[in-house]
DNA sequence: GACATTCTGGAACATTTAGTCCGAAACTCC
DNA sequence: GGAGTTTCGGACTAAATGTTCCAGAATGTC
């Protein structure tokens, strides 16, 4: 028979660890890291107070742990969106329509934890996160136009740089429209403009033959 | 000689009003609406919480009031950046270096009020107004690329609406990224190259001979 | 100079908030 | 079954926060 996965000694816990981090990073992408109390968390995540302090200590580090399993769930979908199609156009695509999705999810906040939320949190370790993880997002979109180079979907000249920040700060835009209110419908069709735009040749460059 | 300007009754303010709005403003801006307490206003503000309280309500009142004059002042200068110039290009060029400069002001918290702070604030009335005020300046942008056709700098066939939205979302994604900390140098470089990028031709269109 | 008016400074208040503490409960190990 | 361990639930505390209140000060009006 199987061995029981070693169970830890004293009362066993009376919810789930990674469901109360889901539930609580809704709270903080809906109100923001000052507009969450304690009450709030604790009314969420299904659990008392004590233990909310005893597992996840207090309220700053329970964002961070939040807003690094947040990044990393968003990081590889868009790794899989940037790198599962085979035409750099539809990755493009991709890409930005992910941003859109997730920024207009049924049940979720409008918006997004990262680009809405987390720039305002006053915490040096928070800001320093965030450039990480918007260097890493720049470096993946990158990759991916050298792959179209090497795939010879465009030129070699292509800029890859200054296009891919401009994908990111598309990607970006979408993402404050939406928490602004813009309708999931529009912006998915203007997630499917952005990315032919950014395919353009630049002008005097030959179109390239696709 | 001339009349005095009406001094009205009572004791006069020892402060200057729009001067404090200015003030407030600033709080606001880099503090977030939740991250801001009365303490904070009244500090800065140069008033007693009696006459912040007398004179501009309550905190949300504030807001709201902070909210509408920050709007007009950067809808004003986003007007005079669009249609100053003659060139079309400079015309995008001078909107999208506005939003940068505006958004890594020195002395000033990087980011916007209108763009990173007010959509997090959960109230119908600013919600309602970043709508009424986004549709503003989709319009002012809609209306330089219409100016843009008539001079004949762009086709007629320019996809004037799908355009301009991408316009303001790159505007929003280089304030975020500001809000992130990019410098003020990476960011204009990028809004030189998105205002290049939005006036590329489509696929298959003949450029434009400028 | 008396009065009405408007603002000021600070005290006062009720509520909310982050964080702590402790006895009781639920489990494992022996 | 008892000892040891971990979590639970809720009471508790100290500080903070938004808002109100009031006596007094500084002005115009008559």
Same mark, same amino acid.
């Given at each position: 028979?199987?061995?029981?996965?070693?169970? +830890?000694?004293?009362? +066993?816990?009376?919810?789930?660890?990674?469901?109360?981090?889901?539930?609580?990073?809704?709270?903080?992408?809906?109100?923001? %890291?000052?507009?969450?109390?304690?009450?709030?968390?604790?009314?969420?995540?299904?659990?008392?107070?004590?233990?909310?302090?005893?597992?996840?200590?207090?309220?700053?580090?329970?964002?961070?742990?939040?807003?690094?399993? %947040?990044?990393?769930?968003?990081?590889?979908?868009?790794?899989?969106?940037?790198?599962?199609?085979?035409?750099?156009?539809?990755?493009?695509?991709?890409?930005? =329509?992910?941003?859109?999705?997730?920024?207009?999810?049924?049940?979720?906040?409008?918006?997004?934890?990262?680009?809405?939320?987390? +720039?305002?949190?006053?915490?040096?370790?928070?800001?320093?996160?965030?450039?990480?993880?918007?260097?890493?997002?720049?470096?993946?979109?990158?990759?991916?136009?050298?792959?179209?180079?090497?795939?010879?979907?465009?030129?070699?000249?292509?800029?890859?740089?200054? =296009?891919?920040?401009?994908?990111?700060?598309?990607?970006?835009?979408?993402?404050?429209?939406?928490?602004?209110?813009?309708?999931?419908?529009?912006?998915?069709?203007?997630?499917?403009?952005?990315?032919?735009?950014?395919?353009? +040749?630049?002008?005097?460059?030959?179109?390239?033959?696709?």
């Amino acid at each position: 028979m199987f061995q029981n996965v070693a169970r +830890p000694r004293g009362r +066993p816990r009376s919810f789930d660890e990674s469901d109360a981090l889901k539930k609580a990073t809704q709270v903080f992408w809906s109100k923001g %890291y000052d507009g969450v109390t304690i009450d709030d968390l604790v009314a969420v995540m299904g659990l008392g107070r004590s233990s909310l302090y005893g597992i996840f200590g207090d309220k700053r580090t329970l964002f961070l742990r939040v807003l690094r399993a %947040y990044a990393e769930a968003k990081g590889a979908r868009a790794a899989k969106a940037l790198f599962s199609p085979p035409a750099l156009r539809d990755s493009l695509a991709g890409f930005l =329509r992910h941003a859109v999705e997730a920024a207009t999810e049924e049940g979720s906040a409008p918006g997004c934890l990262m680009v809405c939320v987390a +720039p305002l949190v006053d915490d040096p370790e928070v800001k320093q996160f965030l450039k990480d993880a918007a260097a890493a997002g720049l470096a993946l979109v990158e990759r991916r136009f050298r792959d179209g180079i090497s795939a010879g979907e465009i030129p070699s000249d292509f800029p890859v740089t200054a =296009r891919a920040r401009q994908v990111l700060d598309l990607a970006r835009g979408l993402t404050m429209h939406a928490q602004m209110g813009a309708s999931r419908k529009t912006l998915l069709n203007d997630a499917e403009e952005a990315a032919d735009l950014v395919l353009l +040749p630049r002008r005097g460059n030959a179109a390239p033959d696709v």
